[in-house]
T-cell receptor, first 111, second 115 residues
């Protein structure tokens, strides 16, 4: 079993829809939770970062962490065609910066 | 501010040939990472440097892969000899510090095809 599980999709939604992306994990030592966005033939770029359980909002994006369930989510409101990309969840312990990534979910937002 | 620079962007080689990838991190970033990303997968750490020291190379296949970070700035990742299964994207990233909450900035990657 992988430490981090993520549905690979692909996920196709119409413009303006609310998107929900999820990851589950098994390592209780993870304290930092991140979402990266990766456009085709580009490197991943950090989208959202959260520490421990709770919600964090940034514009149209909301990151949610539930440590008791070992479950994290990313919500995208009013999705735009420019949001079409692969979304990777990533996690790290407190002591080391090694990131453990999910497989990524490919999102397509259609007009 | 310039981001992480990698070269070449694309490389096609025949199996058993050597290949090298180069990375220039963001200025001032002490920690440098090399990741391997297979198609449809997330990046996996190969090696992490803190300044010149390789502090985590447990996932680096040392029989054919080697890396160096001379003077604690640029880094080179080498494969010799390359195998068909090495076809992937090799990503370099850097961060200011070495803790889990230090943001990692990724380069565009080198896409390697081994034929």
């Amino acid at each position: 079993q992988k430490e981090v599980e993520q549905d690979p999709g692909p996920l196709s939604v119409p413009e303006g829809a609310i998107v929900s992306l999820n990851c589950t994990y098994s390592n209780s030592a993870f304290q930092y939770f991140m979402w990266y966005r990766q456009y085709s033939r580009k490197g991943p770029e950090l989208l959202m970062y959260t520490y421990s359980s709770g919600n964090k909002e940034d514009g149209r994006f909301t990151a949610q962490v539930d440590k008791s369930s070992k479950y994290i989510s990313l919500f995208i409101r009013d999705s735009q065609p420019s949001d079409s990309a692969t979304y990777l969840c990533a996690m790290a312990t407190g002591t080391a910066s090694k990131l453990t990534f999910g497989t990524g979910t490919r999102l397509q937002v259609t007009l | 501010e310039a981001g992480v620079v990698q070269s070449p962007r694309y490389k096609i080689i025949e199996k058993k040939q050597p290949v090298a990838f180069w990375c220039n991190p963001i200025s001032g970033h002490n920690t440098l990472y090399w990741y391997l990303q297979n198609l449809g997968q997330g990046p996996e750490l190969l090696i992490r440097y803190e300044n010149e020291e390789a502090v985590d190379d447990s996932q680096l296949p040392k029989d054919r892969f080697s890396a160096e970070r001379l003077k604690g700035v640029d880094s080179t990742l080498k494969i010799q000899p390359a195998e068909l299964g090495d076809s992937a994207v090799y990503l370099c990233a850097s961060s200011l510090g070495r803790r889990g909450n230090d943001e990692q900035y990724f380069g565009p990657g080198t896409r390697l095809t081994v034929t």
